[in-house]
Structure formats: structure tokens, C-alpha cells
């Protein structure tokens, strides 16, 4: 039995809706082969979702972990927080990682490799890891990507083999694709969930061995609550911008038909915040009662447009709660799947109406 070498999974010619489909010819005659679904990701951009449970996740990464020495951990700086998954956290906990964080060409340009560093060792406290080193990357510019390998053949001069593991989407397949001779061998693609079992790649005139694996899907984004056009937008894949927001007493922040954010604190308090997101994200000041209106009417028009036709009745299904917080000035309140709001002059009290599933917490400000 062979792999599909883009994306891991076993070649089979019995079923062409199942992942690893080839025809019987390329079945007998290739071992180097590349599955149907690989193709079409690969050649046209199509999307073939494949989502794997947690219960598949582990197991897959299971096979793979005991005998790899080190892990190359890939988190996405956009999306720290939820890329530090806790099951992750629990499965790699006593092995040696090398923290890759990636995506650095979308921050905004005031936050460089160096101020990121400072904040980023500062949050690994509050992980169980043991952290060899870390790495600020972006796999786009090719920055930081070759002082990966200097620093793991530091730690491992006669070769290792390293598991490199993370959330979906956050550049793991792209990141071994750069170091291999001919590239695009894994396949990559703007959608989550591409990878599907761990595939092997001896990296050329190096004794590493990177195993690339499946990415597991966070709990709490709010951008697993929308469909796939809508989770383009709301993901961003170009820089981040910044929105200053001064809230009057009681307005309401709306981003896009998404959520709601009502300013709950005095009336002599005028709070004022930068909101982060990707450029598909508005921003619409609002009064509550046109806020609710909006969020009731389930008609996409110019504010809402995320969700859009096709899953805003989907997105209104689910169980919508109002929660309140209290956010101290220079503070982040991250929305995990959409980015982060910093209070500039605060406190900042809120209630916030999201879906119930949707996860929000306050962290360092990231960009002071
Ligand atoms: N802006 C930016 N995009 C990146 C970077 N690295 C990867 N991407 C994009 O992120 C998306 C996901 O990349 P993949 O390599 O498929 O991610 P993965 O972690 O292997 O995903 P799964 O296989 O689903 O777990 C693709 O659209 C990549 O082009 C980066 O450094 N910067
Ligand atoms: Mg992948």
C-alpha cells in the first residue's frame, strides 16, 4: 500500500469519494503518486473538505509521535491563542519543541520579529512546554524560514526526526514544502483541513526527517460557525488592519452580522479601542435596538454580508448568549477566528451577543 504523497492518505481505487482515489492503473504502476482530491486542490484551487474529529487527530498523531524526538510546533500569530490548542498542548507536553510562530507578513508594520519575540515568551509561561527555542516566520517572504533548520541541527547534530504539528490552516504542509528540492510536494490550500494523514519528507542534504500531520480544528472560532467563502474573509491571508473606535455611551459595535459589542460603561466614561480583524471585516457603529434589529432580520445586506445568503441561516441557528466583561486598559479581548480589540483608554465594559460556542479572552496587549 502507497501513500498519496500531498496529503497522506492510503491510495485506494474502489472509491472515488473517499480521500486517496486513483485509478487502478496509477494504483499498480506508481508509488510516488498524488491522489485525486490532491489534484484538484493542486491544479484548479477546488475545495474537497475533509474534517477530521479530534478522536482521528490524535490518533493519527499518535502513530507518529513517540518515535519523533522533537516537535516543530506551527502556530499562527493572527490566531495565537486558538492555535495553542489544549489537546495539542496535552499530546506534545513532554517532548522537546521548537516554536514556530508564522504568518508574520500579515501583522501590521509597527510589530516586528523583535517586539513579537518579547511578547510571544512572555505568553509561553503560561504553557506546559518545553521549548527549546523559537522562531518568528512567514513562509510567504521566506522570512525566518532557513534559521529552522540552523536551529535544529544546533539541537540535533546527527539528524532528527521531527513531528511538525499544529491547528489547521496554519502552514505546516507549506512550511516542509520550502525546504524540499523540487517544491509543492504536500499540498497546501487556503482551506482548513488538507492534510490528512502524517507523511514522511527527508529533507535534501540534511539528516532531518520532517513528518508532516493533519491540523486539528480549535475549539471556540467563530469562523468555524460560517461557510467556506465566508471563513476566507473573515481569515486573514493579507495584512491586518486596525480601526480606533471611540465608544459613546451605550453604542453598539457591530463586525459585520457576526456578533455585537455594546459599551456598558458609564456615561461620563468614553472608551476607546483599536479593533483588529482582516480587511473583509466592517466595523458599524450602531444603537442596540438597530443592532438587534440587524442581527433578528436574517436578510445579508451591506453591514451584514458575513454570514452571506448561504449561511446566514445556518450562522442565526445557533444559540445566540449575551456575556458581559470588564477589560482593563492595555488589554487584549481576543475573538477567537477574528481577531482582537485593544483597550487604548479604558475599562472597557461590554456585553458582548455572540453564538454560545464562540470563545473570547483577554490576554496581554499584543501591540502597544
Ligand atoms: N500570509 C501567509 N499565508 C501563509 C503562510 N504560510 C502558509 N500560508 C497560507 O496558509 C494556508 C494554509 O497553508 P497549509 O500549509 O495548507 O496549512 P496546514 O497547516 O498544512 O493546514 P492543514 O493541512 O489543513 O492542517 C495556505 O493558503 C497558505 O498559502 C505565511 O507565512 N503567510
Ligand atoms: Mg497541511
Same mark, same amino acid.
Given at each position: 500500500?502507497?501513500?498519496?504523497?500531498?496529503?497522506?492518505?492510503?491510495?485506494?481505487?474502489?472509491?472515488?469519494?473517499?480521500?486517496?482515489?486513483?485509478?487502478?492503473?496509477?494504483?499498480?504502476?506508481?508509488?510516488?503518486?498524488?491522489?485525486?482530491?490532491?489534484?484538484?486542490?493542486?491544479?484548479?484551487?477546488?475545495? +474537497?473538505?475533509?474534517?477530521?474529529?479530534?478522536?482521528?487527530? *490524535?490518533?493519527? $498523531?499518535?502513530?507518529?509521535?513517540?518515535?519523533?524526538?522533537?516537535? =516543530?510546533?506551527?502556530?499562527?500569530?493572527?490566531?495565537?491563542?486558538?492555535?495553542?490548542?489544549?489537546?495539542?498542548?496535552?499530546?506534545?507536553?513532554?517532548?522537546?519543541?521548537?516554536?514556530? *510562530? %508564522?504568518?508574520?507578513?500579515?501583522?501590521?508594520?509597527?510589530?516586528?520579529?523583535?517586539?513579537?519575540?518579547?511578547?510571544?515568551?512572555?505568553?509561553?509561561?503560561?504553557?506546559?512546554?518545553?521549548?527549546?527555542?523559537?522562531?518568528?516566520?512567514?513562509?510567504?517572504?521566506?522570512?525566518?524560514?532557513?534559521?529552522?533548520?540552523?536551529?535544529?541541527?544546533?539541537?540535533?547534530?546527527?539528524?532528527?526526526?521531527?513531528?511538525?504539528?499544529?491547528?489547521?490552516?496554519?502552514?505546516?504542509?507549506?512550511?516542509?514544502?520550502?525546504?524540499?528540492?523540487?517544491?509543492? *510536494?504536500?499540498?497546501?490550500?487556503?482551506?482548513?483541513?488538507?492534510?490528512?494523514?502524517? *507523511?514522511?519528507?527527508?529533507?535534501?542534504?540534511?539528516?532531518?526527517?520532517? =513528518?508532516?500531520?493533519?491540523?486539528?480544528?480549535?475549539?471556540?472560532? +467563530?469562523?468555524?460557525?460560517?461557510?467556506?467563502?465566508?471563513?476566507?474573509?473573515? $481569515?486573514?491571508?493579507?495584512? $491586518?488592519?486596525?480601526?480606533?473606535?471611540?465608544?459613546?455611551?451605550?453604542?453598539?459595535?457591530?463586525?459585520?452580522?457576526?456578533?455585537?459589542?455594546?459599551?456598558? %460603561?458609564?456615561?461620563?466614561?468614553?472608551?476607546? =479601542?483599536?479593533?483588529?480583524?482582516?480587511?473583509?471585516?466592517?466595523?458599524?457603529?450602531?444603537? +442596540?435596538?438597530?443592532?438587534?434589529?440587524?442581527?433578528?432580520?436574517?436578510?445579508?445586506?451591506?453591514?451584514?454580508? =458575513?454570514?452571506?445568503?448561504?449561511?446566514?441561516?445556518?450562522?442565526?441557528?445557533?444559540?445566540?448568549?449575551?456575556?458581559?466583561?470588564? +477589560?482593563?486598559?492595555?488589554?487584549?479581548?481576543?475573538?477567537?477566528?477574528?481577531?482582537?480589540?485593544?483597550?487604548?483608554?479604558?475599562?472597557?465594559?461590554?456585553?458582548?451577543?455572540?453564538?454560545?460556542? $464562540?470563545?473570547?479572552?483577554?490576554?496581554?496587549?499584543?501591540?502597544?
Amino acid at each position: 500500500m502507497y501513500k498519496c504523497l500531498g496529503c497522506g492518505a492510503m491510495l485506494q481505487d474502489k472509491d472515488e469519494k473517499k480521500p486517496g482515489y486513483v485509478s487502478e492503473k496509477v494504483l499498480i504502476e506508481k508509488s510516488n503518486a498524488i491522489c485525486k482530491r490532491c489534484f484538484k486542490i493542486k491544479n484548479y484551487g477546488e475545495y +474537497i473538505p475533509v474534517k477530521l474529529s479530534k478522536e482521528d487527530y *490524535v490518533k493519527e $498523531v499518535k502513530k507518529v509521535l513517540p518515535s519523533s524526538e522533537l516537535v =516543530i510546533l506551527v502556530v499562527d500569530i493572527i490566531e495565537f491563542s486558538s492555535s495553542m490548542d489544549e489537546d495539542i498542548i496535552t499530546l506534545i507536553k513532554d517532548k522537546p519543541v521548537i516554536l514556530v *510562530v %508564522n504568518k508574520m507578513d500579515i501583522l501590521p508594520r509597527q510589530m516586528n520579529p523583535s517586539k513579537t519575540a518579547v511578547w510571544i515568551h512572555e505568553r509561553l509561561k503560561e504553557y506546559k512546554l518545553k521549548v527549546l527555542d523559537v522562531a518568528m516566520i512567514s513562509n510567504i517572504s521566506n522570512y525566518g524560514v532557513n534559521g529552522i533548520l540552523r536551529k535544529i541541527n544546533h539541537f540535533y547534530k546527527n539528524g532528527v526526526n521531527a513531528v511538525v504539528m499544529g491547528a489547521t490552516n496554519v502552514g505546516k504542509s507549506t512550511l516542509i514544502n520550502n525546504y524540499l528540492a523540487k517544491n509543492s *510536494v504536500l499540498t497546501v490550500s487556503k482551506y482548513p483541513g488538507t492534510t490528512l494523514n502524517f *507523511v514522511k519528507m527527508r529533507i535534501p542534504d540534511t539528516k532531518i526527517v520532517l =513528518i508532516d500531520t493533519p491540523g486539528i480544528i480549535p475549539k471556540g472560532r +467563530i469562523s468555524d460557525e460560517v461557510c467556506e467563502k465566508c471563513n476566507l474573509k473573515i $481569515v486573514p491571508t493579507k495584512k $491586518v488592519v486596525v480601526k480606533r473606535v471611540k465608544l459613546d455611551f451605550e453604542r453598539v459595535i457591530m463586525l459585520n452580522g457576526l456578533l455585537f459589542i455594546q459599551n456598558i %460603561n458609564n456615561e461620563n466614561e468614553r472608551p476607546i =479601542i483599536d479593533i483588529y480583524t482582516g480587511p473583509d471585516i466592517s466595523v458599524h457603529e450602531t444603537n +442596540i435596538d438597530k443592532a438587534e434589529e440587524l442581527m433578528d432580520r436574517t436578510i445579508v445586506n451591506e453591514i451584514i454580508k =458575513i454570514p452571506c445568503d448561504e449561511c446566514i441561516d445556518t450562522y442565526y441557528d445557533n444559540e445566540f448568549v449575551y456575556t458581559e466583561y470588564s +477589560i482593563p486598559e492595555n488589554t487584549d479581548f481576543v475573538i477567537k477566528g477574528l481577531g482582537w480589540i485593544a483597550v487604548r483608554r479604558g475599562p472597557l465594559n461590554i456585553k458582548v451577543k455572540a453564538p454560545k460556542n $464562540v470563545e473570547f479572552i483577554t490576554r496581554e496587549v499584543f501591540i502597544k
